[in-house]
C-alpha cells in the first residue's frame, strides 16, 4: 500500500469513526444553521456569518442549474443548498455513516446517492457544476492531478466547479485570515474557489 492510499484509508476510517460526533461538532458551533434547508452563519461571529454569505452569494450566481455533482458531501450542510437549486444532485462520500446523515438532513428525492471512494470514482455522467467544501486540504498531494482531472472531466463543456476550503500555508497557522472570493481559469475548465 502507497503512502497516499494509506492516508485515504485513514481519512475513511476517521469519518466513518466520528461521522456523529462531526456533524454534533459543526451544530454545537453553529457554524452552520438549518433553517429551511438554508445556510446561515452562526449567531456569534459576524466574520463566520460574513464568510458564508460571500460563499453563498457567489455560490449562487452559478445557480440554479441541472445537474450537480457534490464530492464529499458529508452530512448534508451543502448539499440541502444544492438540492433546492439544482434538477439533480449526486452526492458522493466515501462514508457510508455521512450519507446516512446527509439523507436525514436533506430528504429531497432529487439527490442520488454514491458510496465511493472520490479519489477511485468515475462518474458515468457530466454536470454542469462540481461543487465540494473542505475536501481539496484532503486530497494527497500524489493524488492531486488525478483529482483535478476527474472534475474536469466531470464537466459538460463551459461546466463550473466551485470549492471552499481552508487555507493551507503559513498565514494560516494559528488563525485563518478572511479573503475574498478567487477565480481563477484552468485549461478547459472554468472555476470559482471561496477560502475562508
Known sequence: MTKDESLIEEQIAYYRARAREYDERLKRLNRYMSLGGELTGPTGDPDDGREIALALDRLNRLLPVRHVLELACGT???????????????????????????????????????????????????????????????????????????????????????????????????????????????????GESFVP
Open 76 to 190: 448534508g450542510w451543502w448539499t440541502q443548498h444544492l438540492a433546492q437549486r439544482a434538477e439533480r444532485v449526486t452526492a458522493v462520500d466515501a462514508a457510508p455513516e455521512m450519507l446516512a446523515l446527509n439523507r436525514k438532513r436533506v430528504a429531497a428525492s432529487n439527490v442520488d446517492y454514491v458510496l465511493e471512494d472520490i479519489l477511485s470514482w468515475a462518474p458515468d455522467r457530466h454536470y454542469d457544476l462540481v461543487f465540494f467544501a473542505f475536501w481539496l486540504s484532503h486530497v494527497p498531494k500524489g493524488r492531486f492531478e488525478a483529482f483535478w482531472h476527474l472534475v474536469r472531466e466531470s464537466l459538460v463543456p463551459g461546466g463550473h466547479f466551485f470549492f471552499i476550503d481552508e487555507l493551507s500555508n503559513n498565514l494560516a497557522q494559528g488563525f485563518e485570515p478572511n479573503l475574498d472570493m478567487e477565480s481563477f481559469s484552468v485549461p478547459s475548465m472554468m
